[in-house]
């Protein structure tokens, strides 16, 4: 692989949430040095760089709340007149906590760059975009070429 400019020119990533750690992410890639927010690997020590994914369960949360509003309405319309007034709150409100909570049903990729050295690896990245993880990867690799 042969190194451009833009191989060797910092990459920076910001403005948006990552899972790193709660922090904002910040990544630069230069001749010498991959920098991930506080710490920094230097490109000679890493042998590879390799990606690995992991398939997180989404939230079953949403069942839960809607039975109990079910439950909470059904309870209020068989007890009178002030007891179905509750239930009625009661179930609005799990309904619409269920309601928030139905998206997030879905299971999600989560992506994770680790740096391999002779010795260890280590977890640089973890998001859960691919392409970003990718576009980090490739400055990495061009990095390690045009050092060779």
């Known amino acids: 692989m042969i190194a451009t400019a833009?191989?060797?020119?910092?990459?920076r990533l910001e403005?948006?949430?990552r899972e790193t750690k709660g922090d904002l992410?910040?990544?630069?890639?230069d001749r010498d040095f991959v920098r991930v927010g506080d710490k920094s690997y230097a490109i000679n020590k890493i042998n590879s760089v390799e990606v690995r994914s992991e398939k997180k369960k989404g939230s079953t949360a949403y069942l839960a709340l809607w039975a109990v509003a079910a439950a909470a309405l059904l309870m209020g319309i068989q007890a009178g007149a002030a007891a179905a007034a509750v239930g009625v709150c009661i179930a609005l409100?799990?309904?619409?906590?269920g309601y928030?909570?139905?998206?997030?049903?879905?299971p999600t990729m989560s992506y994770t760059l680790y740096l391999v050295t002779s010795?260890?690896?280590?977890?640089?990245?973890t998001t859960t975009n691919r392409?970003?993880?990718?576009r980090v990867r490739s400055e990495i690799e061009g990095a390690i070429a045009a050092r060779a």
């Not at 409100?93 to 906590?97: M, P």
């Open 15 to 17: 403005g948006r949430r």
């Open 100 to 106: 928030g909570s139905f998206g997030r049903r879905i």
């Open 6 to 11: 833009k191989t060797l020119r910092s990459l």
């Open 93 to 97: 409100f799990c309904g619409i906590a």
């Open 131 to 134: 392409g970003e993880i990718d």
């Open 119 to 125: 010795s260890s690896e280590a977890a640089a990245v």
């Open 25 to 29: 992410m910040n990544v630069s890639v």
